[in-house]
């Protein structure tokens, strides 16, 4: 139960969380919008079809669109095996999970460097074969996959926990084969939750710096996406354009904020509901 704040330094500690959120959030966020129209309208059309930033768009939207898909997957099949198996490892296998969160995005990108770059046997093994892994589209892709592939998976592992697997178990026993138990037993169940990790998986997709900035090489018109633009053109002393790039990723954070929003209003409300007990014929008089 939430109860009104009655007492003075209730309200003073209310009032210190809203004026942390305006400085170190709110603004900041105005701060661009207003930077990116400081010179009109005219000059956010000018850096909006600029050549740099069309190529940086394309090229975001290229990585979100390879590296949520793969996730999805990645995710749903990790969360299958963590739920629905008892096997050696199981733990270790959840923890490692974590891995992505626990080390350093440049270190990611370091290490991604060290082993398919060039100089290394594998990169060198691709590079025989006309595929360049490093400073391309599938080295850039490498990295964000590594970066986001946590978000489905532990976004489903506690609700798939949670919700057990009885209902699965009982399809199974009615005749239903493994993937018609999953498409219509286990989906439905899981949908809002699934499609909250692919939103949190788009947003640090098209957010990501640190590691892309590693394997990219910063190659204006071909490894730029919109953060490492935006990177770009403020050393180039293009302020305006650099701010209308962050609008977009701003804009963008936003839409997602609004979705995460949705989604896990639907989750929870979801876990509510499998988490209520149901009625057996023995509880019925």
């Known amino acids: ?24 959030l709110v603004m900041p966020l105005a701060l661009i919008f207003t930077e990116a129209f400081s010179q009109g309208w005219a000059m956010v059309q000018q850096n909006l079809t600029n050549p740099d930033m069309l190529g940086a768009i394309k090229l975001t939207l290229i990585v979100a669109l390879i590296t949520v898909p793969v996730n999805l997957l990645f995710g749903i099949l990790l969360a299958w095996c963590v739920t629905r198996y008892e096997f050696r490892g199981r733990k270790l296998l959840s923890t490692l999970i974590d891995i992505p969160f626990a080390m350093s995005p440049v270190v990611a990108g370091l290490c991604y460097l060290v082993v398919y770059g060039a100089q290394s046997v594998v990169g060198n093994w691709f590079s025989g074969m006309g595929v360049q892994l490093m400073f391309a589209l599938p080295g850039m892709v490498m990295v964000t996959v590594f970066v986001t592939c946590p978000y489905v998976a532990r976004v489903l592992i506690p609700l798939m926990e949670s919700q057990g697997q009885h209902e699965e178990e009982a399809a199974i026993i009615l005749g239903a084969s493994g993937w018609q138990a999953f498409w219509y037993v286990t989906l439905p169940k899981i949908r809002w939750a699934l499609l909250y990790g692919v939103v949190l998986t788009n947003a640090r997709a098209v957010g990501e710096f640190g590691a892309v900035s590693v394997v990219s090489g910063l190659i204006r018109g071909q490894t730029l996406t919109l953060p490492l633009l935006v990177q770009m053109w403020n050393q180039d002393y293009n302020t305006v354009g650099a701010f209308t790039a962050a609008g977009l990723l701003a804009a963008m954070a936003l839409v997602t904020l609004l979705l995460k929003t949705i989604l896990e209003w639907a989750t929870q409300n979801t876990s509510q509901d499998s988490a209520e007990p149901t009625v057996t014929e023995q509880d019925t008089p």
């Open 1 to 24: 139960m939430h109860e009104r704040p009655r007492h003075w330094h209730q309200w003073l500690l209310i009032l210190a969380a809203f004026a942390a959120v305006a400085i170190l």
